[in-house]
């Protein structure tokens, strides 16, 4: 077979695993993807050299299968291949995707006889050759910026390589800037900039960066150039907002990065009520300008709409604190959105959003007095049955009966339909890895990390549980690398800075992991991994006092990091008195039972196996 284009997939593998990788290849090209896949008529001699050589130079993804008979075979056509993709991508842009190695049988990254360059990028497990429907969405998301460079001569092709990544469909949504007189609008103008975002994500060939990428160039001195650069699209959607009384005056620019030149700039003077016109109009016209694909049915709609203004401002405010993830701000984007549903009882999207929030303050270990799993699941439940139709609320029940009911069958059918509704979510796709990793199915979970990290990369949530998946998987080297990468994104997040200490104390970086857990802002949490590490480096007195002061201020809001403390320091019996506990109480993190990397040691006690089928674990 002859490729003819360079946006086909090279599978190479060994011959004892020709038929996995046939299925592999199979699912792909059912998926619409050219696949090159040489059922070794070609291997050896010059036949081989010249036609491998050019196929690996000419494709545009090159996916190694890693399995035990790649381990045990130190020679081999397959071996070739590997030195010659590992090889390419010496020529290539740091940024452009090429290697996408898969693992089928559960061998270790960090044990594999392989190139360097395949442990410098994410790993992927595809147990038995079984490929999920998120991997399949994830090479064509790899593949899509590709399509643009197969008659590039090899002259120009460096020159072009950053540029040629970038679809030129592509925008992103920055910030619009508060020039209200007494700059007190910020959640305001941050909320015209997120429900654009929410907008033209709905647009099916418009490839759009979500809040958390856009926003991270906030109050940055950042050039256009950079900043599209960075996020890898062509165009910037930037503006401002001054507000008086009830008027607004709203700006909008929209600027082609590649030479700063303006599509297009309109300013709106309209009364505050008017605010949703001036985003579908706003939107409408970048949908216009790019000349995307809308298609009539689409149904393309502001889910965060209501018919009260004021309820609408509260649910902006309360989503900027609900951002900010910083010491009180749970309690008063609470506020805030009780105030929007007290405006509005049938708005779905504060629902959502209350639940969503009560629940992450809940499984932070926060004060139970800023928010309780009741109030939590009757807004979720509320949220659904309002908005059927709305992917969020179906998203933040999931994520609701996952973590504070572990109602299995029951947030499995709600991220199915959240992902039916809007499968290019992040939040979604991040929840779903949870739910299976919760459920013990490593490879997917991973898979569906990926796809997270993947529509999102400068999300910090969507990367630590990408390297908690690898770490529950064994893939100790990818899960360090990834919990790294998070706590890079974002220093002062206390669940990457947990799972990154436990991580590098579990390879016995003890030095680091005091260092990481140094930074740790949750004080309970900091206490259970210190006392981990004391008794790691053989201070048993010091570790008992640090757990016995973390017993006696936080044994009721967080028995779970108690069991895990008591686990590392191998006293099996008082880690099922607190795991125990924790089921008496509820704790949202008991979800994380097959997750939890400081749990390893008591897995094989039928202990665990008796506290999985109580919390009625699916079999």
Not at 35 to 48: H, I, K, M, T
Not at 347 to 364: E, M
Not at 435 to 453: I, K
Not at 470 to 486: F, I, N, T, V
């Amino acid at each position: 077979m002859t490729t003819g284009v360079n946006d086909a997939v090279f599978l190479s593998y060994a011959a004892e695993d020709a038929d996995t990788a046939r299925r592999i290849c199979a699912t792909l090209r059912a998926g619409g993807i050219e696949v090159w896949f040489d059922q070794s008529e070609l291997r050896g001699g010059d036949v081989w050299d010249q036609k491998i050589r050019r196929e690996i130079r000419e494709c545009a993804l090159f996916i190694p299968v890693i399995s035990a008979n790649t381990e045990a075979r130190l020679e081999g056509y397959f071996r070739r291949e590997w030195k010659l993709a590992a090889g390419r991508t010496h020529d290539m842009a740091d940024d452009k995707p090429f290697l996408v190695p898969v693992v089928i049988d559960g061998t270790k990254d960090q044990d594999a006889h392989v190139p360097e360059q395949f442990r410098a990028v994410q790993w992927t497990e595809l147990t038995g050759g079984d490929v999920s429907p998120v991997f399949v969405e994830r090479i064509k998301r790899l593949l899509a910026p590709a399509q643009s460079r197969a008659s590039m001569a090899p002259t120009t092709q460096s020159m072009a390589a950053a540029q040629s990544v970038i679809p030129d469909k592509s925008i992103a949504v920055l910030p619009f800037l508060d020039l209200s007189e007494q700059k007190d609008q910020e959640y305001f103008s941050d909320g015209l900039a997120e429900a654009l975002i929410d907008l033209l994500t709905q647009v099916r060939d418009l490839k759009v960066p979500a809040r958390t990428s856009s926003f991270s160039f906030k109050g940055k001195s950042t050039d256009i150039a950079s900043i599209a650069a960075k996020l890898r699209v062509a165009h910037i959607l930037e503006g401002s907002v001054r507000r008086a009384g009830g008027t607004i005056r709203v700006t909008a620019h929209l600027i082609r990065a590649d030479n700063g030149y303006h599509l297009w700039s309109k300013t709106y003077d309209r009364d505050v009520g008017d605010i949703f016109k001036v985003q579908d109009e706003i939107a409408c016209i970048v949908v216009e300008a790019l000349k995307a694909r809308l298609l009539p049915l689409d149904g393309v709609v502001n889910p965060h709409r209501t018919a009260n203004t004021e309820a609408y401002e509260q649910y902006l405010l309360a989503k900027q604190f609900y951002n900010r993830r910083t010491q009180g701000s749970a309690r008063r984007a609470a506020e805030a959105l009780h105030q929007a549903l007290a405006l509005d009882p049938n708005y779905a999207s504060a629902y959502a959003l209350l639940a969503a929030s009560t629940a992450a303050r809940l499984i932070d270990g926060g004060d139970p007095a800023e928010g309780n799993a009741a109030e939590a699941i009757a807004a979720a439940e509320n949220a659904v049955a309002l908005a059927p139709g709305l992917g969020e609320a179906y998203s933040a029940r999931c994520y609701v009966r996952l973590f504070l009911q572990q109602d299995w069958s029951g947030a499995q059918g709600d991220i199915e339909q959240a992902l039916k509704l809007d499968p290019h979510s992040n939040a979604t796709l991040r929840r779903y890895s949870l739910l299976l990793g919760a459920l013990g199915r490593f490879p997917q979970a991973v898979t569906a990390a990926q796809a997270a990290t993947a529509i999102e990369p400068l999300d910090v949530t969507s990367w630590f549980v990408l390297g908690l998946c690898y770490s529950a998987a064994g893939h100790h080297s990818a899960g360090h690398r990834a919990l790294k990468h998070a706590l890079e994104l974002s220093p002062e997040s206390t669940l990457a800075t947990l799972w990154l200490a436990q991580a590098e104390l579990a390879g016995g970086q003890i030095t680091a992991a005091l260092k990481t857990n140094n930074g740790q802002r949750n004080e309970a949490w900091r206490w259970s991994t210190l006392a981990m590490a004391e008794h790691t480096q053989g201070h048993a007195e010091e570790s008992q006092r640090v757990l016995n002061d973390l017993i006696d201020k936080y044994r009721s809001r967080t028995p779970f990091r108690i069991a895990v403390a008591y686990a590392w320091r191998a006293e099996t019996n008082l880690t099922f008195e607190w795991l125990e506990q924790a089921y008496r109480q509820r704790d949202p993190a008991l979800t994380l039972l097959n997750l939890e990397l400081g749990l390893s040691g008591v897995r094989a006690d039928p202990r665990h196996a008796a506290l999985l089928q109580k919390m009625n674990f699916p079999a």
